[in-house]
């Protein structure tokens, strides 16, 4: 799992996702995950500039092994994070919202 | 006697240069990474660990607030958070870097998480960051995952180079 706070692979869903923020001297890279030597490993990234303008929570498989995910939190109602609890051989993803 | 002895140290020459090439050897694979964030890095390991991932946690409803959103205090607050909940920050900790809020919203997470890591945000950059928070690269191993995690506010939103080599050399 790699965390992020820029939503740097937002080339890989074409944009599909609104950071927070771009700065103008950022040019993201078209192929984000270029430099990664994944093999045969599974990635999953989550990445945490979102949320400031109400943007949803996002999710988005962009290859077989690399699954990608925008959250943050703005002050709406809305808001979540991600729970992730885990065992000796499981695992379970959960977005909860934090205003319930 | 001294045909043992000849023996003797020609084994231990032979010892000795074996394992000088098996060391040099060692050294020549090692991908470039920054020796000094290679030996400096450590892989911290937990089992059966409960992960929050929480992003940009600033106040955005207070102007005048300056730590980690009321709302997500609250929330933690209703949680079963023990030594073994881990939090993971995906950045902007602080609406505004400066020493005070970056070492308030350090308090304001350590009352919750022994363990914890932040991915550094835009908002929280501050030459004061690293005294207060340490290393901006962290790597954490649990039954079933590498979590790594890097300051990607750079011109391409990528790591540094170093970085980069650190990060493919612990999944490696």
Request: aromatic share 12%; net charge negative; charged share 20%.
């Amino acid at each position: 799992m790699l965390i992020s706070h820029p939503i740097f692979w937002l080339e890989a869903v074409d944009y599909a996702v609104q950071p927070n923020n771009i700065p103008d001297k950022v040019i993201p890279v078209e192929d984000p995950f270029e430099w990664i030597e994944l093999g045969n490993k599974n990635l999953i990234v989550i990445s945490g500039d979102s949320g400031k303008w109400g943007q949803k929570f996002y999710y988005e498989e962009v290859s077989r092994n690399i699954t990608v995910i925008s959250n943050g939190l703005g002050g709406y109602s809305n808001d979540s994070i991600i729970k992730i609890m885990e065992d000796e051989n499981r695992f379970t993803f959960e977005r909860v919202k934090i205003n319930n | 006697m001294k045909t043992l002895l000849r023996s003797f140290t020609k084994r231990i020459k032979n010892f000795l240069i074996l394992s000088f090439t098996l060391i040099l050897s060692y050294f020549l694979m090692v991908p470039e990474v920054s020796c000094n964030n290679l030996f400096n890095s450590k892989i911290n390991s937990l089992n059966k660990a409960d992960i929050f991932v929480m992003g940009h946690v600033y106040e955005t409803n207070n102007e005048t607030d300056d730590g980690i959103s009321q709302n997500l205090l609250n929330f933690l607050n209703s949680q079963r958070i023990d030594d073994k909940t881990v939090g993971i920050f995906s950045g902007d900790l602080v609406r505004s870097p400066n020493e005070i809020s970056l070492m308030n919203a350090k308090l304001q997470i350590e009352k919750y998480f022994k363990t914890y890591f932040n991915a550094i945000g835009n908002h929280d950059k501050h030459e004061s960051y690293s005294n207060i928070f340490g290393e901006t690269f962290f790597s954490l191993e649990t039954n079933n995952f590498l979590i790594l995690g890097a300051d990607f506010n750079t011109n391409n939103w990528l790591p540094i180079n170093s970085d980069k080599n650190l990060i493919n050399y612990i999944i490696s």
